[in-house]
């Protein structure tokens, strides 16, 4: 999570905006309509990707992403939960990079 929040903040997302995300107030997130669709479409598929239907699809198109972007962003999530899921179960800890503001110790 930390180096998530970290590249957010590199991509110029604010402190409220990285906390907010971090702790699933999107609402709270300075985001486009279009950026919020898209996060609670990654939680949706991240969480229970078979719950995903046509009309979840469908907020995002008419959020404005197009097809194409749809399709790179469910494989940006989907390697992304890849990478995750073996980092927990080999204990990878936590860089600190919020804390150091930098990539490497």
Not at 31 to 45: F, H, M, N, P, V
């Amino acid at each position: 999570m930390d180096s998530h929040a970290y590249f957010l903040r590199v991509q110029g997302a604010s402190d409220v905006t990285v906390a907010a995300i971090a702790e699933g107030k999107l609402q709270d997130a300075s985001l486009s309509l279009a950026e919020r669709a898209l996060l609670e479409y990654a939680k949706l598929i991240t969480e229970s990707a078979s719950r995903s239907t046509y009309e979840d699809v469908q907020r995002l198109r008419e959020a404005g992403w197009t097809e194409n972007q749809i399709s790179e962003a469910v494989y940006v999530i989907a390697i992304f939960a890849f990478f995750n899921r073996i980092a927990d179960a080999f204990g990878v800890p936590s860089q600190n990079y919020l804390q150091t503001g930098k990539l490497t110790p």
